[in-house]
């Protein structure tokens, strides 16, 4: 008889269970450089679900403009929305991209800000300042309709332009957001320049300046292979919803410097061997991965997707 693998073996100073904050419908999608028929998007939602996702960020309801990617979050939201236990959150930029989603039922929605000055100028035109009160009302309506929040903040742990981001301006920019009402910020390591230490440090700081490791989740690019150990980092100061990605799909279309997400199978390979639920079946991801690669013309990065669908 044939030991399933990975072995499990757990530690009990990690979270029990980890929630999966799948992205790879919109952030995974909105960098490919062919628009993905409405149709596939939609089926690869509903696969992701199928495979036991209970969070997959649907789609964004920014300008065509500047993401023509998801140009079809209209047509997109309502033939996945009927999904049964399963939260399909969706970005939007400004007051407009909220009543797009609110016209269509949204019940969770982000909005996303940058912890630098010079990624807020390239994304959204802005300086931090101005991007925080843009989104300030954005937030408040949302929350007067009852909708969860979610705050993205980029660049957490280095950008292109300023290099190291210092830890307290970080720790600014995520309390601000939090004092506006976003339920859950997500700390993002865009151009995948993080290490383990350096993750626990800004925990730290986040905590110290009043922000709770409940609220938070991480989102890791994998540019120098990191983002697993960054990962488990988190983990072990107490996070437990991490953004993945099916397949590593996706990057960054105003850092070039930005490789691929998190692979959602390689997080769950890692969480199974660690025996953290996620509620995940990995031969349905993989294979729902699997079957994105064909659509859109090429192999997939993770790892897990390869070792597991090489297999006899």
């Known amino acids: 008889m044939t030991t399933a693998l990975p072995m499990t073996v ?59 990617q998801l140009a079809d979050a209209e047509r997109l939201f309502p033939m996945v929305s009927d999904l049964a236990g399963v939260r399909l959150p969706v970005l939007v930029p400004n007051d407009r991209g909220l009543d797009r989603a609110l016209s269509l039922g949204a019940r969770e929605v982000a909005v996303f800000a940058s912890a630098t000055e010079s990624f807020a100028k390239a994304n959204l035109n802005r300086t931090v300042d101005e991007a925080l009160a843009m989104f300030e009302p954005v937030v408040t309506r949302a929350v007067e309709h009852g909708l969860r929040v979610r705050g ?54 986040l905590n110290d300046a009043g922000v709770a490791t409940s609220r938070l989740a991480v989102h890791f690019h994998d540019t120098y292979g990191q983002a697993l150990s960054n990962t488990l980092a988190a983990l072990r100061h107490g996070v437990s919803v991490v953004d993945a990605s099916a397949g590593g799909l996706g990057g960054c279309p105003y850092a070039k410097s930005a490789t691929g997400n998190l692979a959602t199978e390689d997080l769950v390979w890692m969480l199974d061997g660690l025996g953290i639920e996620t509620g995940v079946d990995l031969g349905r991801l993989t294979a729902t991965s699997v079957w994105m690669a064909e659509q859109l013309g090429r192999p997939s990065p993770s790892r897990t997707v390869r070792a597991l669908s090489h297999k006899e």
């Open 10 to 68: 757990s530690d009990p100073d990690l979270p029990a269970r980890v929630r999966i904050h799948e992205v790879g419908p919109r952030d995974g999608l909105q960098n490919e450089s062919a628009v993905v028929p409405v149709e596939t998007k939609a089926e690869f939602v509903r696969r992701l679900a199928g495979a036991g996702l209970t969070t997959v960020e649907a789609t964004s309801f920014v300008h065509p403009k500047w993401v023509p």
């Open 152 to 205: 993205y903040v980029s660049m957490c742990f280095g950008d292109p332009w300023e290099g190291a981001v210092p830890l307290a301006q970080v720790a600014a920019v995520c309390r601000r957001l939090a004092e506006m009402g976003c339920d859950e910020l997500s700390l993002g390591d865009t151009i995948g320049v993080a290490t383990p230490g350096h993750v626990t440090a800004l925990l730290t700081a």
